[in-house]
């Protein structure tokens, strides 16, 4: 049944990865054209560019899914997880265009990932709560991936959503853990980011990693923060330097680095007692 779950859900996340972002820029773009136009006088509006106003509704919800090269609309046994792309052997159905292979990845990485959650901690709250989590961690994992981009529409959940887990006392670790694990976890990352520019003179990272990292503090406490940096700059490291060698970046050019925020994250939430105590961290 997890599995189950975890594949639909799977499914859905795919969605908001490819459509979250567009949304957010068609809000940026017509916030933006608003301010302008309510700045300019009435001599200078005719000159500001016209605002675009999209032909449908484009949310999570509506269109319905459809072929991005023949913009054929996809069939409900087309969406079926994993299986689809396997019965249609990743091509479209209407014009045979190659279908990325990331779709049924994704789905079978959040089924696997759900099934390591309860696996963990069992059908409870704090598996509930622990699921919710990994799955807007993977959205926004790959939305950072494909953008650079984390966006606070689910950074900042996750740091209310990690507090809540530990809120009762049922948790991962005690509220007052929770929140010093927050605070430490933003302000590091924070310190790190300008103590970085005022030495090179250039921004090293982002806002959306600090909330990231301070989302992790919040779930599982400040002593696993250490490890969590740790793992994801290693992992991060073995990543760029694969990349540099298949020739696919530069030694200066930049990369997201909440996807390994995220992985480092996501092997600490369900190998927390065992990284701590590699890591020399108290339980």
């Not at 789905?107 to 759900?114: I, W």
């Amino acid at each position: 049944m997890v599995a189950f779950i975890g594949l639909c859900v799977g499914s859905f996340l795919n969605v908001v990865v490819y459509r979250f972002p567009i949304m957010l820029n068609r809000d940026w773009t017509e916030f933006a054209q608003e301010h302008l136009a309510e700045q300019a006088s009435a001599a200078d509006a005719a000159q500001l560019p016209e605002q675009s106003t999209p032909a449908e509704p484009f949310n999570l919800a509506v269109p319905r899914s459809r072929c991005p090269s023949c913009n054929n609309l996809i069939s409900a046994w087309q969406n079926i997880p994993v299986m689809s792309w396997l019965i249609l052997r990743g091509r479209c159905k209407n014009c045979a265009n190659p279908i990325s292979a990331r779709y049924p990845l994704v789905e079978l990485l959040t089924g696997c990932m759900s099934l390591g959650v309860i696996g963990t901690f069992g059908f409870t709250a704090l598996g509930l709560g622990a699921l919710i989590f990994t799955w807007i961690l993977i959205a926004a994992t790959f939305i950072d991936f494909d953008t650079q981009l984390l966006p606070d529409q689910l950074t900042l959940p996750l740091v209310w959503l990690g507090l809540l887990i530990n809120l009762n006392g049922n948790g991962i670790v005690s509220l007052h853990d929770a929140v010093i694990g927050a605070v430490a976890g933003y302000l590091f990352l924070w310190s790190t980011f300008w103590a970085f520019k005022l030495i090179r003179g250039k921004e090293g990272m982002g806002y959306g990693d600090f909330k990231l990292y301070a989302a992790m503090g919040a779930l599982m406490g400040w002593q696993v923060l250490p490890a969590v940096i740790l793992i994801a700059s290693v992992v991060g490291l073995i990543f760029s330097l694969i990349s540099i060698a298949l020739s696919r970046s530069t030694s200066g050019q930049a990369f997201a680095f909440g996807p390994y925020l995220a992985i480092a994250g996501w092997v600490c939430l369900i190998f927390r007692d065992t990284v701590l105590s590699v890591f020399g961290g108290g339980a």
